[in-house]
């Protein structure tokens, strides 16, 4: 892989509400390089898409705002940027794909109006008409059927799938740096999960671009990604490479998602699942988030928070944070 194009250090970002300022992603760290895709993954409300809006600065506001941290793309701190100098970024060095294209796209322009305006970032000032070669040299590059006709369609007469890949023309149309991809297979069947999954390792092959990939799903996690997040409560609980953290989980929740993952060899009357709710990120937390959950917790877990710096499997590319790393569970 090549060398870091992303790093994101200690970012702490919280919503200003009437009750007070809470925090929906709380001292995370991460890096991904050319080449390389990051997974992150946590159950809803963890803080994933949280950390993924404010790469891109796009928070909710005027509530939302990165409180402290550094976001470095190619060594440049985008954090504290005027808006001017983040919109050049966006697209352009950065791109992303959303979960949902039925929401992503405009109804009332065509495919091909809404892949032009993506090119015309890195293009200003040349006519529309001029690139519309290559928004179907885009759609033809994620697998658009019949591209030279589709380029004059409306969202509405697409399948999802065939939306999701358009999403994926824009997102990449500026030849971004990195992709945040955050869980673009959920509204695809099983089928068209797997040929998307392809092609965003095709684009990958082809550019160099670093991914950003967040989901729920783990078997997707272990086909595409290099490394890992398992974020909680806004805080990250593990991270490594995806053939340790799968080979060796040490916080107890990416145990406990990985036992949520049913195994087709085995035979069980009733699924896994976690006890409880993920915490309410409006309530003043004290100790290990997942405390109130976790099968192993002792004393000191309920009033001390375990920093994400431990070493595991003798690498300090596998870090947890728990205090029960070393004992026997």
Request: charged share 20%.
């Amino acid at each position: 892989m090549g060398a870091s194009v992303l790093q994101v250090k200690n970012l702490r970002t919280v919503l200003d509400l009437a009750t007070g300022s809470v925090p929906v992603v709380d001292d995370v760290s991460f890096d991904v390089g050319a080449g390389e895709t990051l997974g992150i993954v946590g159950e809803s409300g963890s803080g994933k898409s949280m950390t993924a809006l404010s790469i891109m600065q796009v928070l909710p506001q005027p509530i939302g705002r990165i409180e402290s941290g550094e976001i470095l793309l190619d060594q440049t701190d985008l954090v504290g940027l005027p808006e001017e100098e983040i919109a050049k970024v966006r697209g352009r060095d950065i791109g992303m794909i959303l979960q949902d294209p039925h929401t992503s796209l405009n109804p009332v322009f065509t495919i091909g109006n809404q892949v032009i305006e993506a090119l015309q970032i890195n293009n200003p000032g040349t006519p529309r008409k001029s690139l519309l070669g290559r928004v179907v040299d885009l759609l033809r590059q994620v697998n658009v059927a019949d591209a030279e006709r589709r380029v004059h369609a409306y969202p509405h007469q697409m399948s999802g799938g065939m939306k999701q890949r358009v999403v994926g023309a824009i997102a990449i149309a500026g030849a971004p740096k990195v992709i945040i991809a955050d869980e673009p297979t959920t509204a695809l069947d099983v089928t068209i999960q797997l040929q998307y999954l392809e092609l965003l390792r095709d684009i990958q092959e082809e550019t160099g671009t670093a991914i950003i990939f967040i989901t729920h799903d783990l078997g997707i996690v272990a086909k595409l990604c290099h490394k890992l997040v398992v974020m909680y409560g806004g805080k990250i609980v593990e991270s490594g490479t995806v053939a340790d953290v799968f080979r060796a989980p040490s916080h107890p929740y990416t145990e406990a998602l990985l036992k949520s993952v049913p195994s087709v060899d085995q035979k069980v009357d009733r699924l896994y699942a976690i006890d409880g709710q993920p915490p309410a990120l409006s309530v003043d937390r004290k100790g290990c988030s997942f405390a109130p959950r976790c099968p192993y917790v002792r004393d000191i877990c309920t009033h001390q928070v375990p920093q994400h710096d431990a070493g595991l499997s003798g690498a300090d590319t596998h870090l947890a944070a728990c205090w029960n790393m070393g004992r026997d569970r």
